[in-house]
């Protein structure tokens, strides 16, 4: 993909733990054991707030603390010699709700059963991370401007969110971003800055969440911020075909409609191709994503003078990750359809107390339902039994065998057509100027999409494992996936998926060639294990309770 | 004994079982020697001083009596005031009285199966009837040889070591079908039936005449207070009301009935009449079981064999009269269901002692093995998860958080911890639910604490987690759909799986 020049990466420099005497002194409070009883806890849990920032759709190769060129990230590359970056954190999911299940459970998205975007409210009964906090005395508050936290909600007035939606329980409270209709709810959380200064001297938990980052990028922040990085005297192309709606954004926005018709570098109008994008088309969209990228990070930026101007640097973890990244075409498509590297890569930041540990770079691979235990680790507080990821204390902290997690697995559960098939569609349909040419067929294509996803089935899904060097998709239902596909749709192609991906991501990180036949060895031996996790998630996946009638609150 | 003589002191419903138990603790064990006990107990030479026991009793003979669904509370020696349980009180004032021996299950098949192999229910695998259940053909009785061919039972390792072997039961939930019959020269019982003391004594006393001169191990069983046991001279309703309007028999079909109800309904339409009359009905088996035993005792004394002998008495569950508004047992694992006396005798002791270290029913085994200074076998040795109690015995402090499990039929799978400080979480599988006691403040499990108590009920999950963990068992595994799963006979014929 020629087009990709703009984000030009620098290899990211490793800074493996050494062994300072200072490092060693700086003990992570591991208490002294005795021989028959497991480690005393510290009890850090009596004073350490907790604050989780989690970004959408962040992509970690476009921070500059990850070796992006452009100076998107002045605070996080601030912040981050004081932290402990992660350098190879994979997401558990390429769709917000069901990966944010994952970070808040520390479970797999089947076990803790949040695996479709309208999910009833209390289809997640596992164990939530502001759950066993405040078993152990915290104050618990969210502001999300991600409309995915609270958009099932209770009432049918669609006017006031009840405390209903699976991701408000157990915080006290809950907080979000409406200031109008459309993209204005991706605006950046600055709410929660208030809450902290007003609650700083309780223990607290606060979990912010932001879509400013989602498409359309940035469009929920001033004009000026969202054209920082425009190509000069750049033009849409889709402005010589047609118009964006108001509700949808301003005509110049990088709407999901326009990014879901581009598919390998074409877009799509009426089942044909009817432009190929250019370089400056693409930088276009690139520069509108890294707006939302350095206008998220002014927002880090006040987060920190908050918790440095009320003293609270020393006695809280914060911890900044991507809920999942992005796919800015280099397999073909756009936003975050498919189980891409660029899609389930996501960063992870954890600054401890006082910056412990500080600067350091962990190159072995982790994932998203490590932040969990890695909190309660931290904390002193008992792990719960049911999650399923690991603490990253022994990596931060050097210890030996400490080598992160060889095997990741992720689930692209629901397949985007079954969201599309819910709800989505007919919302979008309605929100776009097309002509009618273009608008009757989305109402058949909903109509075999209802018909392929009856209401109440389990949603399909494919599933992936992925190592430092290999990456294996397996397609569950391929002759499925074929018939429902939305690029299918839009082409007017029956696209073809095998039953089995390989990728060598060292290699190929773009994974455009599949090399299974290749390397049987490799293939058989990560089939094996992808399916033996498969099994262990599937004898205790959670019900799929979708049955109630739920109350979307469509987002842009 | 006066102050046990009215046995309407309280009309039992509502005891507070841990009160009565610290009542008598102090009675039996400060004022025992001083006590009016029957006069050839102080008086006959060779009395020993607890203090001054071996503990070692290699080569002598061991009893070991199940009297299947007898409830802690109506215990004397534990503290009940109605006089129910004379014989077993006497050798409870002669013994070592365990008042706080918690079962690890609540029915039968689960309960007395760990007694013989030291291991858990979830280890030794006898959790429910049946191990394939596809009516109406394709039926598997569980069997321990089949479900855990490993484990080797306590008369297998007693037979190993010389000693005769026998068993005389009521058959049902420790018929000999499921293995209970595994390691015994003799395995007597009853089939087709919740048999009776008054068939398995003489049984076991012929038995015992043929193997008197030998070292032997004896398991004598009976259902005479089981709900589905009823006295072959039927009842004489000595502890009934006498205004009491007879809506009930005391009836094995009634009996049923209200447990089906409470299955199915979740709570039994009882009067509280009704229950003292059920109550009443339960005393009156106890009694006339407390009776049998007593004549076996006298024969068995007949056979000069009372110096030679370890008497272990015990149940595998207790009862439910209603307390949680259910009725029989298997279901819940509240303390009317697992809280069981424990009774060890040793041979020529005569001043008792009573031990309030909550313990379990894991640790009998080893303490029937330390005591007969047996070992486990090589391929063995790690299979007992409980300990001796034999330091307990000797004065030193035995009290241990315990664990207990039950899987009843289509019902539920439910798994919980009572730590040795009085907290108790019962946590229910199939839906996640838990319920956390404070057993020092309420003691008949009323309030469930875990809304107010959130982190001790986080850590004690945490707890029983571990636990079945650690044994083999990850709960987390698997999800838990009650499956129709019999225990009753009647429920298995002709029924459709669901």
């Not at chain 2, 102090?26 to 006590?35: D, K």
């Not at chain 2, 018929?175 to 003391?197: A, N, R």
Request: charged content about 25%.
């Amino acid at each position: 993909m020629k087009l990709r020049s703009t984000a030009d990466h620098s290899p990211s420099v490793i800074i493996r733990c050494t062994a300072f005497v200072l490092l060693a002194a700086l003990s992570l409070g591991v208490a002294v054991s005795n021989a028959e009883e497991s480690p005393i806890l510290p009890e850090r849990y009596k004073d350490t707030n907790v604050i989780l920032v989690s970004l959408q759709c962040l992509r970690p190769d476009h921070l500059g603390v990850y070796g992006y060129k452009r100076n998107t990230s002045p605070n996080i590359d601030r912040l981050a010699k004081s932290s402990i970056l992660f350098d190879n954190t994979i997401a558990q999911a390429n769709l917000t709700p069901v990966a944010m299940m994952s970070v808040l459970t520390s479970q797999y998205p089947r076990v803790n059963g949040m695996i479709a975007f309208d999910a009833a409210k209390d289809a997640v009964t596992s164990r939530t991370l502001p759950e066993i906090l405040k078993y152990y005395g915290y104050t618990t508050a969210a502001v999300s401007g991600s409309p995915e936290f609270f958009m099932r909600y209770d009432t049918e007035s669609g006017t006031e969110i009840k405390l209903g939606d699976v991701f408000s329980r157990s915080f006290d409270y809950f907080g979000r971003t409406r200031k109008g209709l459309g993209s204005s709810l991706r605006v950046a959380p600055v709410e929660s800055l208030d809450w902290i200064s007003k609650n700083k001297d309780k223990k607290f938990f606060m979990w912010i969440a932001s879509g400013v980052i989602h498409v359309p990028y940035a469009a929920g922040v001033p004009r000026e911020e969202r054209t920082l990085y425009d190509p000069p005297g750049y033009t849409p192309f889709w402005d010589k075909f047609h118009s964006i709606k108001a509700e949808e954004g301003a005509p110049d926005d990088t709407t999901y409609d326009v990014l879901m018709r581009i598919y390998k570098d074409e877009y799509y109008l009426g089942f044909k191709p009817v432009y190929k994008l250019t370089p400056t088309d693409y930088s276009y969209i690139v520069s509108r994503y890294d707006a939302a990228i350095r206008y998220t990070d002014n927002f880090i930026g006040q987060l920190m003078d908050t918790l440095e101007k009320n003293n609270l640097t020393k006695n809280t973890i914060l911890i900044i990750h991507s809920i999942h990244g992005e796919d800015l075409g280099e397999r073909d498509t756009y936003v975050h359809y498919d189980l891409s590297e660029s899609a389930v890569k996501s960063a992870l930041v954890v600054r401890l107390p006082g910056g412990e540990q500080g600067g350091k770079k962990i190159a072995d691979q982790v994932q998203g339902l490590d932040i969990m235990p890695t909190v309660l680790d931290y904390l002193g507080i008992p792990r719960d039994y049911s999650q399923q990821g690991a603490s990253l204390l022994p990596l931060i902290k050097g210890e030996p065998g400490a080598t992160g997690t060889e095997f990741a697995y992720i689930d692209r559960i629901p397949w985007w057509e079954h969201t599309l098939s819910r709800w989505y569609l007919e919302f979008k349909n309605s929100q776009t100027n097309y002509p009618e040419s273009e608008k009757t067929p989305v109402k058949e294509y909903g109509a075999m999409l209802r018909a392929a996803f009856p209401p109440g089935s389990y949603p399909p899904g494919d599933i992936a494992i992925r190592t430092k060097q290999w990456k294996m998709i397996l397609r569950k239902d391929p002759r499925l996936l074929e018939k429902v596909s939305w690029y299918g749709y839009i082409t007017g192609q029956t696209l073809q998926y095998g039953d089995i991906e390989l990728y060598d991501i060292v290699a190929d990180p773009n994974e455009r060639t599949n090399v299974a036949a290749k390397n049987p060895e490799v293939a058989r031996s990560l089939k094996t294990k992808l399916m033996e996790w498969d099994t262990s998630v599937e004898r205790k996946k959670a019900v799929y309770g979708a049955g109630e009638k739920r109350f979307i609150i469509p987002y842009p | 004994m006066s102050q046990h003589d009215n046995r309407n002191e309280s009309d039992g419903a509502l005891i507070n079982r841990r009160e009565f138990i610290k009542k008598t603790a102090v009675g039996v064990g400060v004022a025992a020697a001083a006590m009016a006990m029957p006069g050839f107990i102080l008086g006959k030479a060779g009395a020993v001083d607890v203090t001054d026991l071996p503990m070692k009793y290699k080569d002598y003979n061991v009893v070991f009596v199940s009297f299947d669904a007898l409830q802690a509370a109506h215990v004397g020696a534990l503290g009940y005031p109605g006089n129910v349980t004379p014989t077993i009180d006497a050798m409870a004032k002669q013994g070592f009285n365990f008042t706080n021996n918690i079962s690890v299950a609540s029915w039968t098949v689960p309960a007395s199966m760990t007694w013989f192999t030291g291991v858990y229910p979830s280890e030794h695998r006898l959790t429910n009837k049946f191990s394939v259940f596809n009516p109406p053909n394709n039926n598997v009785i569980s069997n321990l040889k089949k479900l855990s061919p490993e484990l080797v039972t306590l008369a297998e390792v007693l037979k190993q070591n010389g000693y005769a072997t026998g068993g005389f039961t009521g058959n049902a939930g420790v018929s000999g079908g499921f293995g209970y019959s595994q390691g015994f020269d003799e395995y007597f019982f009853e089939k087709g039936k919740f048999g009776s003391m008054g068939v398995s004594i003489p049984k076991g006393l012929e038995w015992l005449h043929k193997n008197k001169d030998k070292k032997f191990f004896m398991f004598l069983h009976g259902y005479d207070m089981h709900g589905q046991n009823i006295p072959v001279e039927g009842f004489d309703y000595r502890f009934v009301d006498k205004g009491y309007d007879k809506r009930y028999t005391g009836s094995a079909a009634e009996q049923e009935a209200l447990r089906e109800e409470g299955l199915e309904k979740g709570t039994v339409a009882l009067r509280d009449e009704d229950v003292k009359f059920w109550r009443a009905i339960y005393d009156e088996k106890i009694q006339r079981t407390d009776a049998r035993f007593k004549k076996f005792l006298e024969e068995y004394e007949k056979m000069g064999l009372m110096d030679k002998t370890i008497f272990v008495l015990t149940s595998d569950h207790g009862t439910e009269f209603h307390e949680h508004k259910r009725f029989d047992h298997g279901f819940s694992l509240y303390d009317e269901l697992i809280h069981v006396p424990l009774i060890i005798k040793l041979p020529k002791q005569k001043t008792g002692k009573v031990i309030k270290d909550q313990i379990s029913s894991i640790d009998v085994m080893p303490t029937v093995l330390d005591l007969l200074d047996v070992k486990m076998p090589d391929n063995a040795k790690k299979q007992l998860r409980g300990a001796s109690l034999v330091v307990g015995l000797k004065g030193k402090d035995v009290a241990k958080d315990v664990f207990f499990e039950t899987d009843y039929r289509q019902y539920t799978y439910k798994r919980g911890i009572q730590t040795k400080d009085g907290w108790k979480l019962i946590y229910t599988l199939e839906n996640k639910s838990r319920e956390l006691y404070n057993l020092k403040s309420d003691p008949h499990e009323t309030k469930n604490l875990v809304e107010q108590e959130p982190r001790r009920a986080y850590e004690l999950e945490q707890r029983v987690f571990a636990h079945f963990k650690a044994i083999g068992h990850d709960l987390n595994s698997r999800q838990w759909i009650p499956g129709l799963n019999p225990v009753y006979d009647s429920q298995a014929k002709g029924v459709q799986k669901k």
